[in-house]
């Protein structure tokens, strides 16, 4: 089982963060990936200095195998840096395998001079190597399928490109077969075909493989970091498929690369994003790179991205002059007002002096004046203090006596009408027994008269009616009167029911009827228990029992304002 190295590890945690914070670390990329262009001539330095070493080994080897082995790592240290010298190798290659008649080694370096080739835009010259190859090996097939892809790409026939695109298909399957399925270009091949087909999910797992048996910062690093880029790029995440990016070309530049693919995809984001200036310098850089490098396709790619950079910076200079231009043009007016302004404040300052010896003089004058309304205002201020509170208390009168005689009101007239029917009830009722009378109904007379479902259910009507008329005037007393109890003692209600015995004794006193034996009367219960019930309720009480009842009669008022009190 295949480990996940440290770094790996730290990488995933750092993937978990939000995207706010991988912002933040793209922007120090950019930064650090500025400093590593300036330092990029030291990298290619050092990787002078080792072809250096090479090359004197070179000259000091004495055997065919050991040139072989040594021009082959010449080859490896110069195809990312300059394609002419790594294909002049791999020809030297091809020479000594087949002066040691070692024919497999010589087809395998003919197929990567003709990998080289295509990589390159020699596609007739990859095209001729590949046809003299005897030995087809999972390198010759990737070599054929390269060539294959790069002229599909950039044919212009419709006809061709299906003709290309086909043969491309046949050679990466025999490539797929012949080579093992941890070679970079398998996983490549197999995380492209997946991408291509909307597979995200699947192409994404294969990157993460590659990526975590890759060193980082290492030359393959950039490969595995770029088609991450495209991982994310199909999953329209910017944000991650910049870092990517950005990342891949990281480490182009401190391995020495000249063959600067990366970089260049890079300068082209950050255009269509808008920051000219870095793609401006990425694509200067990563076109001096591929001059080094002898790549006719990146010289290719770069000149049309070179021509629009050009193109927008034009634009954004002529929006520059036409601003400053309009820019001169309010100064100049802006001036213009200055010096009217100037002399304007000048002669404003002489009146004003003149004003300020004639407001002494005032002043003096309103000095002694002042003194005496300060004593006025403050006999003021008390005068109308007192009318203040004279008038907050008449307001609070006026509303009590409203109130007053609307409750007289309304009582008076619930009082009269139902008068008016006990009248009627009474009337019926010596109709019915003057009836029973004359028919000799002794037992029925009795049996009706004896009851007390007739006073039971004539003190229901006469509850009911109180009720009504009381939440009628005091919609809120419920909801005020539970709002004055320890939240463990308030009154919850029954279904359909309006009041209880102990909300309509404390109605009455809300009414002004606050003697138990009156209170008692008419709810026909004896003195002693209303008072228990005066006292239960008081007992509960939130803060002072003594005031519970005096709070009870202000239901209804409105509040004094703090700030008049204060006034």
């Known amino acids: 089982m295949k480990t996940i190295r440290p770094w790996m590890a730290s ?62 790592q010449l080859y490896e240290k110069y195809f990312p840096f300059k394609n002419d010298s790594a294909i002049f190798y791999l020809r030297n290659c091809v020479q000594l395998a087949r002066q040691m008649g070692q024919s497999e080694k010589a087809d395998l370096c003919s197929s990567l001079m003709a990998l080289r080739c295509s990589n390159t835009g020699m596609y007739d010259e990859a095209l001729n190597i590949l046809s003299d190859i005897k030995t087809h090996s999972g390198t010759y097939y990737r070599a054929y399928a390269h060539v294959y892809n790069e002229l599909a790409y950039y044919t212009h026939l419709d006809e061709m490109r299906e003709k290309y695109r086909q043969k491309a298909d046949n050679y990466e399957q025999l490539m797929l077969n012949a080579l093992p399925k941890d070679d970079d270009a398998v996983m490549l091949t197999r995380e492209m075909k997946l991408l291509n087909s909307q597979q995200l999910k699947e192409s994404m797992k294969i990157n993460d493989e590659w990526l975590a048996t890759t060193e980082r910062g290492s030359h393959r690093y950039a490969l595995v970091a770029l088609y991450r880029y495209l991982e994310f790029m199909a999953q329209k995440d910017s944000t991650q498929m910049m870092y990517w990016l950005a990342e891949s070309a990281l480490s182009d530049v401190r391995n020495g690369v000249m063959d600067q693919g990366s970089m260049w995809e890079l300068a082209n984001q950050l255009m269509l994003q808008g920051d000219l200036d870095r793609s401006y310098r990425y694509i200067n850089f990563t076109s001096k790179c591929a001059n080094t490098y002898g790549s006719r396709q990146r010289s290719w790619q770069i000149a049309p991205l070179l021509s629009n950079i050009a193109s ?153 009616s109180f009720d009504a008329a009381f939440l009628h005037l005091f919609p809120n007393f419920v909801e005020s009167f539970n709002g004055l109890l320890i939240p463990e003692e308030r009154i919850t209600l029954q279904k359909n029911e309006r009041m209880n015995t102990v909300l309509r004794i404390f109605a009455l006193i809300r009414l002004g009827v606050d003697d138990s034996s009156k209170i008692a009367e008419f709810l026909h219960y004896s003195v002693n228990t209303i008072y228990n019930y005066r006292a239960r309720v008081k007992n509960s009480a939130i803060g002072n029992r003594e005031d519970f009842e005096r709070k009870v009669r202000e239901i209804g008022y409105p509040k004094k304002n703090e700030n008049d009190k204060n006034n």
Do not use: W
């Open 312 to 464: 927008d910076y034009k634009t954004a200079n002529e929006r520059a002059m036409s601003r400053l231009r309009q820019l001169l043009m309010v100064i100049s007016v802006l001036a213009l007002c200055l010096v009217a302004l100037v002399f304007y404040v000048n002669s404003q300052r002489k009146r004003l002096s003149v004003a300020q010896k004639q407001l002494k003089v005032s002043n003096s004058r309103l000095a002694h004046s002042n003194n005496m309304l300060e004593s006025a205002n403050d006999q003021m201020k008390a005068t109308n203090a007192e009318l203040s509170e004279a008038n907050l208390q008449l307001s609070m009168l006026n509303v009590q006596l409203n109130e007053s005689n609307r409750v007289k009101e309304e009582y008076v007239g619930r009082f009269l009408r139902l008068c008016s029917l006990y009248i009627d009830k009474m009337d019926n009722f010596r109709k019915r027994v003057n009836k029973m009378v004359k028919n000799h109904e002794y037992e029925d007379l009795y049996q009706a008269t004896r009851s007390q479902e007739f006073k039971d259910k004539e003190l229901e009507e006469l509850y009911e």
């Open 11 to 72: 990488l995933c945690c750092f993937l978990c963060f939000p995207l706010g914070v991988l912002a933040q670390n793209l922007d120090s990329l950019y930064r650090c990936l500025d400093r590593e262009i300036v330092l990029f001539p030291q990298y290619v330095a050092r990787h002078g200095q080792v072809v250096v070493q090479l090359q004197e080994k070179l000259k000091k080897a004495t055997d065919d195998a050991t040139r072989y082995e040594l021009n082959y």
